[in-house]
């Protein structure tokens, strides 16, 4: 085998093939490295005296299906300039490792596009020595996301797991990377950002956030000129909350053929009028549960009203609408309505300030999803730190879904 096959095929110069071995289904190609490129890997001079050699052997990438080792007598020298002895150094493998930079190169490449259990499965080697070549990789270059550049963001929780396991995620809203990940929940599992993101000098002009009293203050303190966003989804989906809560307090209290119609329409309530299903009346019997109660009508057609507020061209108009709508609700004075009203006035700053940078935690809610589908596909992980850099690196599309 000609030199030139060594370096192309397994990354391997300044060294010569002296023979090749087929040992129990594996092949073996013993190496050597020629006297006159020894250095000292202390001072690098070449005024060495061999000192004895220990012979090692490093996994290569396979050829089809038979495993390669790299077979060398690594050799020890004593340096008459520095007077060090020690091993020399390699070029093809670090000298902590059983496998050479090759070999390497080729499991991350599998574990684009493959679980680590099928990767170690195809190498012959074990997990853990997949998940040590993929974490250590991912560590180099995602283990500290760069902040300086940071000008949008959105700020979310997210479940994983039982027993209440949370965890804070920030993301970069323009490049759509995951640039924190905090443990837990809530304003404390943020500080650790807050101290890297001062340090970075980045000027962060807005934050897309639910309503999230902890997080609100959190942002307030630590972005005091930052813009406070309130995401779209979330102030629906209070309200939805809110809504589906008068539904059951209205069909407590009715009786006969009324409380039976509303026992039937909770989703009804929450859908989009466009998609109630014709083929189901879905139209027919919301309007019918809506005809046999004042109060849960109001709500309803209020609640499609507010999905218009993110809709008016212009921020004039939309605090306009949104002064028009508060006072509608409070005049209604239905009790879930009038304290929805009171919240919404709170937060009116937030909720305008869409018009002047519209975003949100969509793009957020979607990595979420990603890091949920990670998770299952892996069956937990054992090593959040590992997880945490799974997470850092779901922007790129080849590690979005592979666990």
């Given at each position: 085998m000609s030199t030139s096959l060594l370096y192309h095929g397994w990354g391997i110069r300044g060294y010569h093939l002296v023979r090749e071995e087929f040992v129990e289904g594996r092949i073996?190609?013993?190496?050597?490295?020629?006297?006159?490129?020894?250095r000292c890997p202390a001072c690098g001079s070449g005024q060495v005296i061999r000192s004895g050699q220990f012979e090692r052997v490093f996994k290569a990438p396979p050829i089809g299906r038979k495993t390669v080792l790299i077979r060398l007598p690594v050799q020890r020298v004593e340096c008459r300039d520095c007077g060090a002895i020690r091993q020399v150094k390699l070029g093809f493998a670090d000298e902590r490792r059983s496998y050479t930079h090759a070999f390497e190169r080729y499991a991350l490449d599998l574990c684009s596009i493959a679980t680590i259990k099928d990767v170690a499965l195809h190498l012959a080697v074990s997990w853990?020595?997949?998940?040590?070549?993929h974490k250590r990789y991912l560590g180099r270059h995602f283990g500290k996301p760069k902040l300086k550049k940071l000008r949008l963001i959105a700020i979310d929780e997210i479940s994983i797991g039982r027993g209440q396991r949370y965890l804070t995620v920030v993301l970069d809203w323009e490049r759509g990377a995951v640039v924190f990940v905090g443990k837990g929940r809530g304003a404390d599992s943020l500080a650790p950002f807050w101290r890297r993101l001062r340090a970075s000098g980045a000027k962060v002009k807005a934050v897309a956030m639910d309503m999230s009293?902890?997080?609100l203050a959190a942002v307030r303190k630590n972005l005091p000129k930052a813009r406070v966003v309130f995401d779209r989804f979330h102030v629906i989906k209070l309200f939805n909350d809110k809504l589906s809560d008068l539904r059951r307090q209205v069909q407590s209290g009715a009786e006969g053929e009324a409380k039976q119609v509303l026992k039937c329409t909770r989703w009804l309530l929450l859908k989009n009028p466009d998609n109630l299903d014709k083929k189901h009346s879905e139209k027919q019997r919301l309007e019918e549960a809506l005809r046999l109660n004042k109060p849960l009508a109001t709500a309803y057609y209020l609640k499609e009203d507010l999905r218009q507020f993110w809709e008016w061209p212009s921020k004039a108009i939309a605090r306009w609408f949104l002064d028009d709508w508060i006072a509608r609700a409070t005049v209604s004075k239905i009790t879930m309505l009038v304290k929805f009203a009171r919240t919404l006035e709170t937060h009116k700053a937030g909720l305008l300030a869409w018009y002047d940078f519209p975003i949100s935690t969509g793009p957020l809610e979607g990595t979420n999803n990603k890091i949920k589908t990670l998770q299952k596909r892996a069956y937990g992980y054992r090593d959040q730190d590992y997880f945490t850099l799974r997470i850092y690196a779901l922007h790129l599309l080849n590690y979005a879904l592979v666990g």
């Amino acid at each position: 085998m000609s030199t030139s096959l060594l370096y192309h095929g397994w990354g391997i110069r300044g060294y010569h093939l002296v023979r090749e071995e087929f040992v129990e289904g594996r092949i073996v190609q013993v190496i050597a490295q020629p006297t006159w490129t020894l250095r000292c890997p202390a001072c690098g001079s070449g005024q060495v005296i061999r000192s004895g050699q220990f012979e090692r052997v490093f996994k290569a990438p396979p050829i089809g299906r038979k495993t390669v080792l790299i077979r060398l007598p690594v050799q020890r020298v004593e340096c008459r300039d520095c007077g060090a002895i020690r091993q020399v150094k390699l070029g093809f493998a670090d000298e902590r490792r059983s496998y050479t930079h090759a070999f390497e190169r080729y499991a991350l490449d599998l574990c684009s596009i493959a679980t680590i259990k099928d990767v170690a499965l195809h190498l012959a080697v074990s997990w853990d020595t997949i998940k040590d070549i993929h974490k250590r990789y991912l560590g180099r270059h995602f283990g500290k996301p760069k902040l300086k550049k940071l000008r949008l963001i959105a700020i979310d929780e997210i479940s994983i797991g039982r027993g209440q396991r949370y965890l804070t995620v920030v993301l970069d809203w323009e490049r759509g990377a995951v640039v924190f990940v905090g443990k837990g929940r809530g304003a404390d599992s943020l500080a650790p950002f807050w101290r890297r993101l001062r340090a970075s000098g980045a000027k962060v002009k807005a934050v897309a956030m639910d309503m999230s009293p902890a997080y609100l203050a959190a942002v307030r303190k630590n972005l005091p000129k930052a813009r406070v966003v309130f995401d779209r989804f979330h102030v629906i989906k209070l309200f939805n909350d809110k809504l589906s809560d008068l539904r059951r307090q209205v069909q407590s209290g009715a009786e006969g053929e009324a409380k039976q119609v509303l026992k039937c329409t909770r989703w009804l309530l929450l859908k989009n009028p466009d998609n109630l299903d014709k083929k189901h009346s879905e139209k027919q019997r919301l309007e019918e549960a809506l005809r046999l109660n004042k109060p849960l009508a109001t709500a309803y057609y209020l609640k499609e009203d507010l999905r218009q507020f993110w809709e008016w061209p212009s921020k004039a108009i939309a605090r306009w609408f949104l002064d028009d709508w508060i006072a509608r609700a409070t005049v209604s004075k239905i009790t879930m309505l009038v304290k929805f009203a009171r919240t919404l006035e709170t937060h009116k700053a937030g909720l305008l300030a869409w018009y002047d940078f519209p975003i949100s935690t969509g793009p957020l809610e979607g990595t979420n999803n990603k890091i949920k589908t990670l998770q299952k596909r892996a069956y937990g992980y054992r090593d959040q730190d590992y997880f945490t850099l799974r997470i850092y690196a779901l922007h790129l599309l080849n590690y979005a879904l592979v666990g």
